[in-house]
């Protein structure tokens, strides 16, 4: 790769925190006008102001937002441990993008960018966040910790993640599951991002996720796709070459004349993962890319006043 383009490469990434940090504030601030606004009470960087109190602590730009006065919040003990997972096998980095799209609308894009947003919630309410990484090795680990310079460190990888070119690997969920499992002991929220595409090994992957629930921990997986091509094959008539992007196989079709056959499919497919879900006891989420933040900010504080 030429350097000039490694490095509007790498520039196009480099806002990851400050858009991370854009959606949250937006979805706080929707939290306050909204149906939900109960919930934001669970937000430990805020509260509503008394009038009496010190007006040192206002948070003004909120309050430009809400046209509410609230006061930012000093907790200085971890309320919740969060251990991030993301699957970063070749699939992930699915679908290639196009130069006008952004890093988020393909799966591995929309998962850094989500766990960043996750990462600036978690570090709002003063919890402790952990990261791990897998493809056909495990490729990164971190434990669960609050400071900011952990969070950095975090965000730095999640940033190489988005720049490294993706060989055509296998993935070994299964095995990288279960490491992990080993490796988060005390007791936390455990969040998967993966685009569940191990259906021939199931019960093994489903054995796995049961693992990660030991210790009482609590288990939420966002099931993210494209909907354009993974869910309703939406391609143009002419015969296409579809290539697998684990193994590298190769097929040619016509994809019009599997269309309907192949969206049943797949919505059975994905009912039967939520089923198995429901029947372990996790959450599940499907996410498509390239929108619904709000989606999974949502679904992190529904599950954190459930997890006690």
């Not at 978690?122 to 669960?144: C, F, H, I, T």
């Not at 579809?242 to 499919?265: A, C, P, R, W």
């Not at 989420?285 to 599950?303: A, D, M, Q, R, S």
Request: hydrophobic content about 35%; glycine content about 4%.
């Amino acid at each position: 790769m030429k350097l000039d383009s490694q490095i509007e490469k790498i520039s196009s990434f480099q806002h990851l925190e400050l858009l991370a940090n854009q959606i949250v504030e937006g979805f706080i601030s929707g939290m306050h006008k909204s149906p939900f606004h109960g919930f934001s009470a669970e937000f430990a960087e805020h509260k509503i102001y008394n009038p009496g109190e010190t007006t040192k602590h206002i948070d003004w730009k909120l309050f430009a937002k809400t046209d509410r006065l609230y006061t930012k919040r000093f907790e200085e003990e971890t309320n919740l441990r969060c251990h991030l997972i993301i699957d970063n096998s070749s699939s992930m980095h699915y679908p290639e993008l196009k130069q006008n799209q952004e890093f988020y609308e393909n799966k591995i894009g929309f998962s850094v960018l989500a766990s960043a947003c996750l990462m600036n919630l978690l570090k709002k309410q003063r919890d402790a966040v952990g990261l791990s990484l897998y493809s056909n090795e495990y490729e990164y680990y971190a434990p669960e910790k609050g400071s900011n310079r952990h969070h950095r460190m975090i965000l730095d990888k999640l940033e190489q993640t988005l720049q490294v070119e993706k060989e055509t690997k296998l993935t070994d969920t299964v095995t990288f599951l279960h490491q992990i499992a080993e490796n988060i002991h005390r007791r936390s929220m455990v969040v998967l991002f993966t685009d569940m595409f191990q259906r021939e090994n199931e019960d093994e992957i489903f054995k796995a996720l049961q693992h990660l629930k030991h210790n009482k921990h609590k288990v939420v997986i966002f099931h993210v796709y494209d909907k354009e091509t993974e869910l309703e094959l939406n391609f143009d008539t002419s015969p296409k070459k579809f290539i697998d992007v684990e193994t590298g196989e190769t097929i040619n079709l016509f994809s019009q004349n599997l269309k309907e056959d192949y969206e049943k499919m797949v919505t059975e497919y994905f009912e039967e993962i939520k089923t198995k879900c429901l029947q372990y006891k996790i959450q599940y989420v499907p996410v498509e890319v390239g929108k619904n933040f709000e989606k999974i900010l949502l679904t992190y504080l529904v599950e954190k006043q459930k997890f006690g």
